[in-house]
């Protein structure tokens, strides 16, 4: 067994950790990792507007303005929940918001939520 002190926020641990031998017949596998989500760097000009895209998957749980409102750059227009945490999605220009997801809809990862034109 080795002992190692450990120190979280000022105050120290004794922690015991027991050694394994491996032997040499052991399998060695490369562990499988998720590449990174792409990095949404800038918002999507389209013909319609600018298109606020979703920034990971998640669920739409509230629409902050009405449909057709006027909004300004910054303003959070909706809530997107995601691992049970609220994200403000705010828009990215000024403009007027039409939304291309409803409450309650479950998105993915740049799905379009809004277009502000």
Do not use: H, W
């Not at 031998?21 to 800038?42: C, D, F, L, N």
């Not at 739409?60 to 049970?84: R, T, Y």
């Not at 000024?94 to 479950?106: E, L, Y």
Request: with cysteine.
């Amino acid at each position: 067994m080795r002992n190692f002190v450990v120190t979280i926020d000022g105050k120290s641990y004794s922690v015991g950790v027991e050694e394994v031998g491996v032997s040499e017949t052991t399998e060695r596998r490369p562990i499988p990792v998720a590449a990174p989500a792409a990095v949404q760097s800038a918002p999507k000009i389209s013909a319609e507007g600018v298109k606020v895209l979703s920034p990971f998957p998640g669920l739409i749980k509230n629409l902050l303005v009405a449909d057709g409102s006027a909004v300004k750059k910054d303003q959070p227009i909706m809530v997107l929940e995601a691992m049970k945490m609220d994200n403000e999605i705010t828009a990215p220009c000024d403009g007027k918001v039409s939304f291309g997801a409803t409450k309650g809809a479950s998105v993915e990862t740049n799905a379009v939520l809004a277009v502000i034109s």
